[in-house]
Nanobody
């Protein structure tokens, strides 16, 4: 099982970024997925069920971030708009052990290496 994030970088406050997470080595459509941020504490930002019908957002990113998945491309996305300096951190995608997501980090059994997002003027 492998997850590879991309799309991070330096952006000014108010800007946007789209993170991608390409999955391989497992049947992507069978498992819930999530995005976490470490800054420095690990925080669950958004999660999506295996079929994409149910999503979760932390209060800190609700309205500004959108999680989505493309079954055909085996890819998870995080669209981040109206970025704030407190959004700075390393962003990780993670695979749940079940079709429905959990709010507990220990329910995720595969993690990517992360991609750095820095929001600064």
């Amino acid at each position: 099982e492998r997850l590879a994030e991309s799309g991070g970088g330096l952006v000014q406050p108010g800007g946007s970024l789209r993170l991608s997470c390409t999955a391989s080595g497992f049947t992507f459509s069978l498992y819930a997925m999530a995005w976490f941020r470490r800054a420095p504490e690990r925080e669950l930002l958004a999660a999506i069920s295996a079929n994409g019908d149910t999503t979760y957002y932390a209060d800190s990113v609700k309205v500004r971030f959108t999680i989505s998945r493309d079954k055909g491309l085996n890819t998870l996305y995080l669209q981040m708009d109206n970025l704030e300096e407190q959004d700075t951190g390393r962003y990780f995608c993670a695979k749940s052990g079940s079709p429905m997501y959990s709010l507990a980090h220990y329910s995720y059994d595969a993690w990517g290496q992360g991609t750095q997002v820095t929001v600064s003027s």
